[in-house]
């Protein structure tokens, strides 16, 4: 899955970053509030982590733009204000959870996970599609009891696609997804990873879990 995390420390911005990159994550980042929104509002993110205390925009309003523009993502907000009623502003602009500095990253995590797990419509760690079992939290991949070697990016291209079953996903939302905003990208790669993932799941070609449709992207239609 794709996070931002919008931070104005840079030394607690790295850190964030590389917690969460361990954590199998991939990760965005930006330092002041307009850099943050154009982000979270120009590429796929699925969950965003904001600082209040931002240059340029600060956090309350670029939440607040974000949810006026419509978008749904999950938002946990970063403070260094205790007094509940800065607390409650956050949620009232639209954040969904909120964590006061100095904290734990064990604690980041743990509710990084709870926000997505809400998001993705319950409390479930597993999605189940057929005899194809993925398990998020632990990110590990099955096929009929199996459990499937993938790389990191090919986890990250299977889970994508596996959590919007049915729908049309354009290649270069899946490049927008899996890569850095600022990488340079070979549409090919896409097609090279899809290829891999198809033979570690699908390894005789009966299941077909993943359908190219020419001139408009893939879609995952495992039942």
């Not at 939290?137 to 990191?152: D, F, I, K, N, P």
């Not at 090919?154 to 354009?170: D, I, K, N, S």
Request: aromatic content about 6%; glycine content about 8%.
């Amino acid at each position: 899955m794709r996070l931002l995390v919008i931070e104005d420390e840079s030394a607690l911005l790295d850190q964030v970053r590389t917690r969460l990159e361990a954590e199998g994550y991939a990760v965005d980042t930006a330092t002041d509030g307009r850099e943050g929104l154009y982000l979270a509002t120009e590429y796929p993110v699925d969950l965003a982590v904001v600082d209040l205390g931002l240059p340029e925009l600060p956090g309350l309003d670029l939440i607040r733009e974000l949810r006026r523009c419509g978008h749904t993502l999950p938002v946990l907000i970063l403070t260094a204000r205790g007094k509940w009623e800065e607390k409650v502003s956050g949620l009232e602009a639209g954040a969904d959870d909120y964590l006061v500095k100095p904290f734990v990253m064990e604690e980041l995590v743990a509710r990084i996970r709870a926000l997505l797990r809400r998001a993705g419509g319950g409390a479930r760690d597993t999605l189940g599609f057929g005899d194809l079992t993925i398990d998020t939290h632990q990110q590990r991949v099955s096929v009929a009891g199996r459990e499937v070697e993938l790389t990191a990016f090919e986890y990250r291209l299977l889970e994508y696609l596996a959590r919007r079953p049915g729908q049309v996903v354009p290649k270069p939302e899946l490049s927008d997804y899996l890569y850095p905003h600022d990488d340079d990208r070979d549409s090919n790669v896409i097609e090279v990873l899809m290829g891999r993932l198809r033979r570690k799941i699908d390894p005789d070609g009966r299941r077909k879990p993943i359908e190219t449709l020419r001139g408009r992207g893939y879609r995952f239609a495992a039942a």
